[in-house]
Structure formats: C-alpha cells, structure tokens
C-alpha cells in the first residue's frame, strides 16, 4: 500500500469546487476518494470519513458542522453533496446523555443537518462527531482486518502498533461505540487512530493529508506484518478442473434457490486465490467462521455454502445441490430462531437463500436479486478470501460470534442500505434477446432492461452491438445465427454470465423477395436459415437451460404478418415465416409441462432495416401512396413503431397464463388477422 496523495491533484480539488464548497470539503472529496478508490481499502459503500469546518447557515452566521458521509454515497466517486453538514455542537452535546435508541439517533443527526433534503448522515457519525480531531478516515481495509478478526487481536496489534493506534473491543455501531470510541481516544490522547477490533480502522489529523497518511502507514504496515508470515505458497498452475461444468451447475443451482417470484442472478469468480481457497483442505473450517466485518453480513450473509461436487450429472446433481440447499436453509432458520430465543425478540425472518456458495475446482458463485449484488457479494468475498487467508498467516482467523452478526443482519440501519424499492416486474429473470442491436431487437432489449431484466444481447453487428450494450449495462455476444455451434456457443456465454435463461425474444431475421416459381433454391435456403433454422436453434438451446432450471420460461418469437397473409414476391420470407408459427406452437405443445410458454408477436410495416427505403417506396407507390401514408394504412391510421413490439413482447413475457398466441402489433389488418 502506498500513499496517493498530490499536493498538485489536492490544489486542483480545492479549485474545482470552489463554487461549490470550502477548501477543508474539497479537500475531504478529494482523499476519501483516494481511499474510495481502493478496494482493498472499502468496498461498495463501505467506510466513510468525515471532516469538521466553519459553513454560513441560512442567516449567513458562521457555523461550526461536521461534513460526514451520506447514505448512499460511495467514497470512491463522492461529492459534496455527499457530505451533509451536521451542526457540531448539538450532535456533540448528545454524548452525555445516557443512552439513545437507533430510531433517537437517526432522529437526531436528521434534526442537526443544514439542509432538510440532504442523506442521511452515516450511521458512525456520532464517532466522528465525539472525536476532536479535523479530518477523520475510517476504512475496513483488507490488511487490518487480518489482525483484528483474531482470538489474539489486542497483543497483535499492541505489538504492531504500540501506543500509536488504540484499541476498541467490538461494539456495533451506533450511540454505545461513538461514546465507547471517545473514552478510548481520551486514555491515549495522542494516537493516530483506533483500531476497532473485528471491524476496521480510524485514523485522524489536523488536515486531510495527515490523516490519509496516517491511514496509508498503518495499513501498509499491517500488509507488511501479513505478508512476512504468509505461508501460502503462490501456486504456478491451477487446481485440477471440476468434471462438472460451470454451465451445467449454474442452471440447477439457479432454479433451486428462491421462491416463487423470488429469483436470482449469479456470478462466478475464479481466480486462482480464490481456486486455491476453495480447494484448501479446511475450507470448511476455514469458511464457516463468519464475515470479515460485520458490514458484509447483508451482502454475503454470515456464512457461505459449500458445496462439494464430484462427478454427478443430471438428476443426481440435482439431488446433490438440493439436499446441500436445504441443509444450508434450515440451518439458517436455525441460526435465526437460536438468536430470537436468546435476545427475546421477534424478527421478521430474511430469505434463507445462501449469497455465496464454495465449489471446490470452480471458485465462488456469488448469487444477487440483479448483476449487481451479486457483483458486490463477489467482490465482497474475493476479498475475505484474501482476509482470512492472511489472518490464517498472522496466527488464526476468527469473525465475530454469530450473535453479533445477527444484530447487525437484522439492523434495520443496516437492511435500510439495500433499499426497499418494490422490485420491478423482471427482476432477477434473464432475457436473451437476438437481433438485439437495432431495430425492434433493441426497443425490445430496452423495454425489457427497463423492467429489471438481466438482458443479454446477441447480433452479427458487432459496433451497434457494442453500443447499446454499454448504453443498457449489460452482456452481449456477436453470433452468426445461422450457424448452430454459434447460437449454443451465445447461450452458454448467458449462462457463464447470469446463471441461466429465463426468456428468449427471438427476433433476428431477413426479408428476402422473389417470385416462389423462380426463386433460386438458394435464397429460400437462406432464408430459412436465419428465418426459421435459427430461432429453432436458440429456442432448442434455451430450453435445455430453462428444463435444467426447472422454473418455466417463455419463449417469444418474432413472426410477420406475412405467416397468415403472404404478399405476392414475398415467398422466401412468408415461408419460413408461416413454418415459425408452427414451431411456436410445436414447442407451446411439448414444453408447456415444463412452465415454459412459447408465443409470437406479427407486426407489419415498422420502420426498421429489414426493407429498403427503396422497396418501401416501391410498395407504397404501387398502392398510391406516399411512403408515410404506407406506414399508416391501417384500421388506426397510426403508424407502428418498433417500440409498440417491444410493448407487445413484454405483454407475452408477463402474461402468465398465455402461450401457444399471436399477438397482433400492426394498426390493424382484418386481412392478415390469424385464424
Ligand atoms: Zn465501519
């Protein structure tokens, strides 16, 4: 670890927020974000920091105010805005009181900001506040916490650190730990900082500088400390690989956890440290201690799941990862009415779903409601990977009794950081969209995005492509459709990426034209191809996910107007088209014992690639029309758009008791309406 400090970047801040803030607050955005940026330092919204400086209140007298880090915020991109001022005077007056209740404290600092619509105060804010000192930087950094989850803690780090860090013994965070913090600072006045044990570090300083760099050293020696005794030998290979794979095991873990609605994406790591953990002879020992710092808990839960995979395929891997899940399950039902019994309290019970499951010769497969908390319960354990592996160096890993995991899990200033917003309608569902990079794909790949779904793009156009994927956040694959191995190559990609499938809009296609006495066999092979061999080739690979996931699905498949009611020249595209409605319910028919409904949507006359401009007007013209007027003659004189499909594919997807249909996205055609 090394100190990333710039007197010239510091200036800069100071400079660049002058409008906006005091030198002493753009320099506090300017080092949490040093340590922000760090991730063996903080990860994903943990830590914080705080800084104590003179603001104008709203009848422009100076006020004395603590800035500290807001809810929500993220040290490694914080603003400002990010560090709500809290009047300093009432907030310190607080320390004398007796005792006061989460709800008391939140009420409190709420009532001291100087702006009624800003975050939440941090929940160590009164720590920050009962502390003399200007600028205050609290990290878990990786290096600390390997000397501070330890049965030996206080002698290792008193040997470490001597006088210049104190030490805390663990309490939660709140009022009790923000008075208990002060005491200890106040019998060592003089130290640099405090090491809580079991949950982080504090450092402080008269500048922002002296306190990052105080934070830098104790970390850096604490690294030094670890990596002195480390006996871990840095494998040149990896583990042998696990005769399971990764693709065939996602899919049956992914449809065994959750409940009803309740579903997940996952995501596996497989570093070679965390391989090498996972194979260690005591991961069971080793990964049932409990979190590194008890901010993890919401993320990863208190423990993971291992799961020990030898060579069982099909139904007995489905056995085997069950029976591991229901063990996993009752006992953290167990864990959770063992606590409720002990404190004397009633709890609304958390899913009992594992957030982390250990699969020696595969790595960790971290498991969220979006990408996202997985990517952060991912994150977060790699980390203690390298957590307890280093304290395993030093002398012993050990994480907090599980009582005090449990109050914090159950926290409700905790829970409040995962946010309560009412999931949207495709959350946690992964939908395979093909054709995805213009057109009706992409509407389609937005609509189902701004649902929640997990949405995995896949098209020849590799730079549109590209760009929505960065645009919506998410996977993509450039696949020729037409070639079989290509589409199950895009599948398995999915599956490495979320897990598994749990929709397909199968939209790609060409219109190929030509009079069906002389068309060359070749153009209607062609056509056929991607009009008809395709989406039977992503649907058939789809399926076997979905059936492996044993939780249903649907698949929607983009047919034309054309399938009920050809135009003359248009052969090479109706045919297949015609014959992809016989797929769709072929498949409605043989997989609807399987939860998995397949429908399609006929459009006609969308603005996409898919005609010319030049046949457009060609076909208008011979109907005397104007181009415009060709895209509104229908029975609403209203011209359909490629997002009214995409509106029509989303209605199927959720249209639980609906499958073998054709929904109808054209203005109106009695003409070319299904029979
Ligand atoms: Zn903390």
Redesign the pocket.
């Known amino acids: 670890m090394e100190s990333r400090w710039s007197d010239e970047e510091a200036q800069g801040y100071i400079e660049r927020y002058r409008e906006r803030c005091n030198a002493d607050v753009a320099l506090r955005v300017y080092s949490s974000r040093l340590i922000g940026g760090d991730s063996t330092l903080v990860l994903h919204g943990?830590?914080?920091t705080s800084v104590k400086t003179t603001v104008k209140d709203d009848l422009g007298r100076d006020t004395e105010v603590l800035c500290v880090k807001g809810s929500g915020w993220d040290l490694g991109d914080i603003e400002p805005e990010g560090l709500p001022a809290v009047r300093l005077e009432p907030l310190r007056a607080l320390r004398h009181l007796e005792s006061l209740s989460d709800e008391e404290m939140v009420n409190a600092q709420r009532t001291r900001l100087l702006d009624a619509s800003a975050p939440n105060p941090s929940v160590?804010t009164l720590l920050h506040a009962f502390l003399p000192h200007r600028f205050i930087d609290?990290s878990?950094a990786d290096a600390i916490l390997s000397l501070v989850d330890q049965p030996n803690a206080e002698q290792i780090c008193q040997e470490r650190y001597g006088d210049r860090l104190a030490i805390v013994p663990y309490i939660m965070?709140g009022f009790a730990l923000a008075k208990l913090a002060a005491e200890v600072y106040e019998a060592h006045e003089g130290c640099e900082g405090l090491l809580?044990l079991q949950?982080?570090l504090f450092t402080f300083g008269d500048s922002a500088e002296e306190s990052y760099e105080r934070h830098i050293r104790a970390v850096a020696e604490a690294e030094e400390y670890c990596g002195r005794r480390r006996y871990w030998s840095k494998r040149e290979s990896l583990p042998p690989i696990s005769p399971v794979p990764y693709t065939e095991l996602a899919p049956v873990l992914r449809g065994l956890l959750g409940e009803g609605e309740r579903t997940y994406v996952l995501e596996q790591r497989n570093s070679l440290e965390v391989l090498e953990f996972c194979d260690d002879e005591e991961l069971t020992t080793l990964s049932q201690e409990g979190c590194a710092?008890p901010?993890h808990v919401i993320r990863t839960k208190r423990l993971p799941l291992v799961l020990p995979v030898g060579e069982e395929r099909g139904d007995a891997l489905k056995a085997l990862v069950a029976d591991a899940l229901a063990k996993y399950r009752d006992e953290y039902r167990g864990y959770v009415s063992r606590q409720m019994a002990a404190k004397g309290i009633v709890v609304k019970e958390l899913d009992p779903d594992p957030r982390i499951v250990l699969v020696p010769k595969l790595g960790l497969i971290a498991i969220g409601g979006t990408p996202k908390a997985a990517s952060i319960a991912a994150d977060i354990y790699e980390h203690t990977v390298s957590v307890i592996r280093n304290a395993e160096a030093v002398e012993r890993y050990q994480a907090l009794p599980e009582s005090d995991l449990f109050d914090m899990e159950y926290w409700s200033l905790e829970q409040a950081k995962l946010g309560k917003k009412k999931p949207r309608a495709l959350e946690g569902k992964v939908v395979y969209i093909t054709g995805a990079a213009s057109g009706i794909g992409a509407a389609t790949a937005r609509r189902f995005a701004g649902e929640g779904a997990s949405v995995f793009l896949a098209d020849r156009d590799e730079e549109a492509l590209g760009e929505l994927a960065a645009e919506l956040s998410c996977g993509y694959a450039v696949a020729d459709l037409t070639d079989p191995e290509a589409v199950q190559r895009s599948i398995d990609k999915v599956v490495r990426r979320h897990g598994g499938i749990d929709g397909v809009v199968s939209n790609a296609g060409i219109a190929p034209q030509g009079p069906i006495d002389e068309v060359e066999t070749e153009v209607l092979e062609q056509s056929f191809r991607i009009n008809f061999f395709a989406h039977q080739w992503v649907a058939s690979a789809a399926t076997m996910v979905m059936k492996a996931q044993g939780t249903g699905g649907f698949l929607l498949f983009n047919a034309s107007k054309a399938a009920f009611n050809p135009g003359a020249g248009f052969g090479p595209y109706a045919l297949p088209k015609a014959a992809l409605i016989a797929l769709m319910k072929q498949y409605a028919l043989e997989l609807g014992s399987h939860g998995i409904r397949s429908s399609a949507v006929n459009a006609d006359r969308i603005r996409t690639g898919l005609l010319d401009q030049g046949d457009v007007a060609e076909r208008a013209r011979k109907r005397g029309l104007e181009p415009d007027e060709y895209y509104k003659s229908n029975l609403l004189s209203r011209e359909v758009t490629a997002d009214d499909v995409a509106a029509a594919f989303l209605d199927l997807a959720l249209a639980k008791s609906t499958t073998g249909a054709v929904l109808t996205v054209d203005g109106g055609n009695i003409a070319a309406s299904p029979r």
């Open positions: 943990g830590g914080n160590e609290h878990h965070p809580l949950h982080g710092t901010d």
